[in-house]
């Protein structure tokens, strides 16, 4: 007889690979993608679950939307990516007894910021952005050290009073690339994000460079509370810009592209799980 698991792991892998080609070569996790995946999920878990772990697992993925609005509104999370993770995790609520969508935020967390942050170091010392200045910043040095000295004595503890599995230290490595990328963020929002954008080709889900703006430039748009523009933003801004000579706004564009990372971070939890831990 056909395991349902297997096919939950099927269409799984086919909506995260869907994806993440979409996501690198767009920009963009499509609702094509992403809403089938959430029925489907919904629908097998209606006929496969008893109700209290199917209210449990509803009840889960309303709160991976709830959270992830609060980070799309920050701009550190694209619409996409969470739609995304409300399909993973019905789809596939759980896999060796763990929580399946958790596992692979965190894994598809820890490749994004080892391999991004080794790309955007790497770049800046090529454009030869970094330079001595960056030890003057005593308090974001503070702080990156503090919290990679605090991942460690988590990890120590895991592994050492908890006896979770040695391999885990490998994780320090992008908690190490992470915390550099701290030090330096100014200069990666400056020389690799930055992006002035013609007020017409403005789109829905652009991230605001506030820190490049004039606090004048703010009021007069009302953007005190926004970080990421909707279409009514988008039309208040092309409708006030009509009365100045104001033809241009800066963005944050070429943003790290997450849909890749949840493909490896789920085939990283899939293959990898038991043997880790």
């Known amino acids: ?16 690979g869907v994806a993440a ?14 809403i089938p995946l959430i029925i489907i999920g919904l629908i097998i878990n209606i006929f496969s679950m008893s ?3 199917l209210l449990t697992t ?16 920050l701009g550190k999370l694209g619409g996409g990516d969470i739609k995304l993770f409300m399909g993973i995790n019905l789809i596939l609520p759980y896999f060796n007894g763990e929580l399946f969508f958790l596992w692979v935020l965190i894994f598809a967390s820890m490749l994004s910021v080892l391999i991004v942050s080794i790309i955007y170091l790497f770049k800046l010392i090529k454009q030869k952005k970094i330079t001595s200045k960056i030890f003057q910043r005593k308090f974001l040095i503070f702080k990156s050290l503090s919290l ?13 009073i908890r006896g979770m599995n040695k391999w885990i230290y490998l994780s320090l490595l ?11 963020e100014k200069e990666i929002k400056q020389y690799i994000y930055l992006r002035k954008k013609a007020i017409t080709k403005l789109e829905e889900g652009d991230v605001l460079a506030k820190e490049f703006m004039s606090f004048t430039f703010i009021k007069k748009y009302k953007l005190e509370k926004i970080n990421v523009l909707e279409n009514k933003d988008i039309k208040r801004i092309k409708e006030l810009s009509k009365k ?8 944050y564009d070429n943003l790290p592209r997450f849909g890749p990372y949840i493909l490896l971070g789920a085939l990283f ?5 038991g043997f880790v831990f």
């Open 269 to 273: 939890v899939l293959i990898f799980f």
């Open 1 to 16: 007889m056909f395991d349902i698991l297997y096919l939950r792991i099927i269409i799984l892998l086919i909506a995260c």
């Open 58 to 73: 509803i009840g889960i993925t309303v709160a991976i939307y709830l959270i992830g609005l609060i980070f799309y509104n």
């Open 21 to 34: 080609y979409t996501d690198h070569k767009t920009g963009y996790i499509y609702d094509w993608i992403s």
């Open 148 to 160: 990679f000295l605090l991942y460690f004595f988590f990890l120590y503890f895991a592994i050492e």
């Open 244 to 251: 100045t000579s104001i033809r241009v706004v800066p963005i």
């Open 174 to 184: 992008p908690m190490f690339f992470g915390s550099l990328i701290i030090i330096v």
């Open 51 to 53: 109700l209290y772990p």
